[in-house]
């Protein structure tokens, strides 16, 4: 589903979802993303449709793209819950941004609502709420501006992380 935007307000709608969980993941992997380069040898994607499959989250807006953010999927009550399905936790802080961003997003556009992340594999889910985040998500959205416009990647810092990462080549070898 596509919700198409009719009036763009300035600047924090321009970054995508995907861009702030890579921020605290490793910004030399945002600046490539940022760039066109997608090298993600396993879609998290592949996830999501299993678990939404399991889960027969039949009549849910799912996989829903408000201009710049695509969310995993939405669930409508009193309080409109914006979903995220992931793998892990290694990542939690990556996604904890992500869904902050997303309620930002949101909020910028007059819509008040909470995250959930779904760990399928897990059994977990974390509710995420944006009230004393707000400036946190500023400084991020600052702060993946200022590496998407760097004409070189940042230099890669070597971690764990790197084990699994799909730009590790174009890193380190
Ligand atoms: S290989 Fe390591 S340094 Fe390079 S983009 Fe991936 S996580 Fe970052």
Same mark, same amino acid.
């Given at each position: 589903?596509?919700?198409?935007?009719?009036?763009?307000?300035?600047?924090?709608?321009?970054?995508?979802?995907?861009?702030?969980?890579?921020?605290?993941?490793?910004?030399?992997?945002?600046?490539?993303?940022?760039?066109?380069?997608?090298?993600?040898?396993?879609?998290?994607?592949?996830?999501?449709?299993?678990?939404?499959? %399991?889960?027969?989250?039949? +009549?849910? @807006?799912? =996989? *829903?793209?408000?201009?710049?953010?695509?969310?995993?999927? #939405? &669930?409508?009550?009193?309080?409109?819950?914006?979903?995220?399905?992931?793998?892990?936790?290694?990542?939690?802080?990556?996604?904890?941004?992500?869904?902050?961003?997303?309620?930002?997003?949101?909020?910028?556009?007059?819509?008040?609502?909470?995250?959930?992340?779904?760990?399928?594999?897990?059994?977990?889910?974390? %509710?995420?709420?944006?009230? +004393?985040? @707000?400036? =946190? *998500?500023?400084?991020?959205?600052?702060?993946?501006?200022? #590496? &998407?416009?760097?004409?070189?990647?940042?230099?890669?810092?070597?971690?764990?992380?790197?084990?699994?990462?799909?730009?590790?080549?174009?890193?380190?070898?």
């Amino acid at each position: 589903m596509v919700i198409k935007m009719e009036t763009y307000p300035e600047n924090v709608l321009l970054i995508r979802g995907t861009e702030i969980n890579y921020l605290f993941i490793c910004p030399t992997k945002l600046w490539y993303f940022s760039k066109g380069i997608t090298m993600e040898q396993e879609s998290e994607y592949v996830d999501l449709g299993k678990f939404l499959h %399991e889960r027969s989250y039949f +009549g849910e @807006e799912k =996989e *829903v793209q408000i201009g710049s953010i695509k969310i995993d999927f #939405i &669930k409508r009550g009193n309080t409109i819950e914006v979903h995220e399905v992931k793998k892990g936790k290694s990542m939690e802080k990556a996604h904890e941004m992500q869904a902050l961003y997303y309620l930002y997003y949101l909020k910028v556009l007059g819509i008040r609502a909470k995250a959930i992340l779904n760990y399928p594999k897990l059994r977990e889910t974390k %509710e995420i709420i944006l009230d +004393g985040h @707000e400036e =946190e *998500v500023e400084e991020a959205i600052n702060e993946a501006e200022r #590496i &998407k416009s760097l004409s070189a990647p940042p230099s890669p810092v070597k971690s764990r992380k790197c084990k699994k990462c799909a730009y590790y080549d174009l890193c380190w070898v």
